[in-house]
């Protein structure tokens, strides 16, 4: 059992908990991510770890609400428990030595977008964040980005709020004004990390991204969360879930995510119905 | 007058067993217990306790049986195996002790095996419940058979012992894979108490190589550590097609089904919905994902690349299949898995295969026929083909020094390179038997508790 310290609404379907989680605190770093069971009867889901205390012993998590266990979890509030949380897992890629990175974030992927540029930072790299959101009402993170970003961006799809379009329009700009970025990270739906190691293939620039596929365990035991990496199939949980994006089939892993909408809708309508 | 055929195993009727979960060997009854344990001779050489990887004193405790001493029987199995009613049901006994039973040399031999769980199943252990050494503790990594009799045999002499699972539940493969029907939940929740009962902590969701690294357990206070963290690491066949929605490991399909009891309406997993699956493979794990497969309500088949004599699965799971309506298509190699424009699994492709005349090692080689591939329909694949060892704590432990494939490498004692640390289980031989895995833990126990008592005398 953990317990949750800390619940924030970033907007209306995006929220934050901080949970008490000593042991992963300790050892989480950028890139890492937790798997969660909400109760007994509950699946096992990945979570990104945005943020971690050793201090207090607590890790943080910003979620989605968009699934069965999303919505389950989002039941939950500050002083309540999740039946399961273990961690840290994944292999984060370390970066040295970067003179100037591009951090980009779509939506929810922000949240995530942003220790990496918090890492990068700390190593007294320059970095550009780009945050892309459909419209001005689905921010979340924004004075955070401003603070850490030496250069922070903001776009929105229908031009709710600054300015109009994708992150990519943003990131070919910079990169064909600037000629020393060195790291792109890209965090956000497949289309966008799909878009952007597009954009940066052409200019032969290292882009990192972190993927998002179906895992039952989380540490290597079921092959679910396999996807194909050039000639080869990786466990996004033991040898991810970041990876080179020129290198990345986002099209076979955007179809394997489909594979359970039906049962997700399904299980989406059962709570609906539950909480009535 | 002795009865040349083993006292048969009442099963569950098999149009019906093949559509619940339900166990299929339903157990001896005391009369049958009895009856069978009369069968044993009693020889002086014992044979069967050589061929016992973990050298159960087998013919004291069928005495016992004979005798309706059931305690002592337990007891006098307990001394060797922790596990009766879990190794009752899945050894491979017809490899193991009972192939060399004196009686196998005109009937059948003494069904040790039923024997066994008979006892488990029905006897009453008397545990000795004794305050543990708080400063001999041993960690114990991963709480599959191995770990769980590494920590039996160090609680019983004595020493405190934390098992560490990185599932949010305790019992590894006899948790997430191997069915109910074969082994339920409840006698590995009963075997694993006594554990407990002696006093053996359990944290469950701690991977060590990540929440917490090999080196600091001794940090922590732990003075050895045995490492059992299993071959989970699922391979697949390499072909095209593997990405496509409905192609599964049995490790994913059987964690799904057993573990995390996807398909029943209060839990959340999902299960993918079809008509169809096709299992490649021919071992144990191969079976209980086809027979999990048809008790969903799959028509299921299982492709293998050789024929029935080579299966590698036990007889007795091959048999169980088939009367459970499990179809089979031998000398049948996959070679590419077709989807439809979602990526869904709509066949798979094989080739037909045929046998040579056995080689000078008397093994015949398989090969290609020259016929046309054909095509099978299905929904669903259901990968069966082998594990590799979890490669987590390897990665994060560089001295721990493998092998070719992975694996952990010891010594004749479960040493490790490093120095008081142990392993044993798949983690160190590559996919075995529970048996086998028990037995490793066991000898790994033998070695630490020899280390904490040379340490206390010197």
Redesign the interface.
């Known amino acids: 059992m953990a317990r949750i310290i800390k619940k924030d609404i970033l907007n209306s379907g995006v929220v934050s908990m901080e949970i008490e989680a000593p042991r992963i605190a300790a050892k989480a770093k950028a890139g890492h991510f937790v798997m969660i069971r909400v109760d007994e009867h509950g699946e096992r889901f990945p979570l990104t770890i945005a943020d971690s205390n050793k201090a207090t012993g607590t890790i943080r998590v910003i979620f989605q609400v968009v699934g069965g266990s999303t919505i389950k979890l989002n039941r939950l509030h500050a002083k309540d428990e999740v039946r399961d949380i273990v961690g840290p897992l994944g292999m984060p890629v370390h970066h040295e030595n970067i003179k100037h990175a591009i951090v980009i974030g779509g939506g929810v992927g922000c949240a995530i977008a942003y220790p990496h540029a918090k890492a990068l930072k700390q190593q007294q790299a320059k970095v550009s964040f780009i945050a892309g959101f459909r419209n001005k009402d689905l921010f979340i993170l924004e004075e955070e980005i401003r603070q850490i970003a030496d250069q922070p961006y903001f776009t929105t799809d229908d031009g709710s709020a600054y300015r109009k379009g994708f992150v990519t329009d943003v990131l070919k700009e910079i990169l064909e004004k600037e000629n020393d970025v060195d790291l792109v990270i890209a965090i956000g739906p497949l289309l966008m990390m799909k878009a952007v190691a597009n954009v940066t293939r052409t200019f032969n620039i290292k882009t990192v991204v972190s993927l998002n596929p179906i895992m039952i365990d989380g540490t290597g035991m079921c092959g679910g969360c396999r996807v194909k990496i050039g000639d080869e199939y990786k466990f996004a949980c033991v040898d991810g879930p970041e990876f080179d994006g020129h290198l990345v089939d986002f099209d076979e892993l955007f179809l394997r995510n489909s594979a359970y909408v039906q049962q997700e809708k399904h299980l989406c309508k059962l709570l609906e119905e539950d909480k009535q | 007058m002795i009865q040349p055929l083993k006292t048969p195993m009442p099963l569950a009727d098999a149009e019906v067993r093949n559509k619940d979960f339900s166990e299929v060997a339903l157990g001896y009854t005391f009369e049958d217990a009895i009856n069978e344990a009369n069968r044993c001779l009693q020889c002086l050489h014992k044979p069967c306790v050589a061929s016992c990887p973990v050298n159960v004193d087998i013919p004291k405790f069928i005495l016992a049986v004979k005798e309706n001493r059931m305690d002592d029987a337990l007891s006098i199995i307990h001394q060797t195996n922790c596990f009766p009613s879990i190794c009752g049901r899945v050894c491979p006994q017809e490899v193991q002790c009972e192939s060399t039973c004196v009686m196998t040399k005109r009937y059948q031999a003494v069904a040790i095996g039923r024997l066994e769980r008979y006892v488990g199943d029905h006897a009453k252990l008397r545990i000795d419940v004794k305050p543990l050494n708080q400063s001999k503790k041993v960690a114990v990594v991963g709480s599959g058979p191995s770990g769980l009799a590494c920590a039996y045999d160090c609680a019983k002499a004595g020493y405190a012992v934390t098992v560490f699972e ?3 539940d305790v019992g590894g493969v006899l948790r ?1 894979g191997i069915p109910e029907f074969r082994l339920p939940k409840a006698t590995v929740d009963k075997e694993i108490d006594v554990l407990r009962q002696l006093g053996v902590e359990f944290e ?4 060590i190589g ?3 690294e090999c080196a600091e357990l001794f940090e922590m206070g732990y003075k050895a550590v045995f490492l059992g963290t299993g071959a ?3 391979t ?1 066949m390499n072909i095209e097609g ?5 192609v ?2 049995a ?2 399909f059987l ?2 089904v057993n573990f ?2 996807a398909g029943q309406p ?8 079809g008509k169809r699956v096709v299992v490649v493979g021919g071992g144990n794990v191969a079976m209980d994902a086809a027979r999990c497969a048809k008790r969903l309500g799959y028509q299921t088949t299982i492709v293998y690349r050789r024929s029935l004599n080579e299966l590698p699965a036990r007889q007795e799971e091959v048999e169980h299949a088939m009367e459970e309506k499990v179809e089979f298509e031998l000398l049948a190699a996959p070679l590419k898995i077709v989807a439809d424009a ?2 869904r699994v709509t066949s798979i492709l094989c080739q037909r295969m045929q046998l040579t005349e056995p080689g000078a090692d008397g093994r015949c080689k398989v090969v290609p026929t020259s016929e046309a591939p054909f095509e099978l329909e299905t929904d669903t694949v259901i990968v069966a083909i082998g594990t590799s060892p ?3 704590l390897i ?1 994060s432990t560089k001295e721990l020094k493998t092998g070719k494939w992975g694996t952990i490498n010891v010594d004749l004692n479960q040493q490790t390179s490093i120095d008081h640390v142990y392993a044993g289980g798949d983690a160190v031989t590559g996919a075995a038997t529970v048996i086998e895995a028990l037995g490793a833990g066991k000898k790994a126990a033998a070695s630490i508790i020899e280390y904490f008592t040379k340490e206390h005398a010197g």
Not at chain 2, 204 to 207: H, L, Y
């Open positions: 990185a599932w949010h997430y469950c969701n701690v991977v990540r929440t917490i989970g690491l699922p697949f593997e990405g496509s929605i409905g599964f490991s490790n994913e964690t799904r995390m009891k209060t839990y959340d997993t999902p299960l993918l919905t979602q990526g979890n490669p987590i990665r």
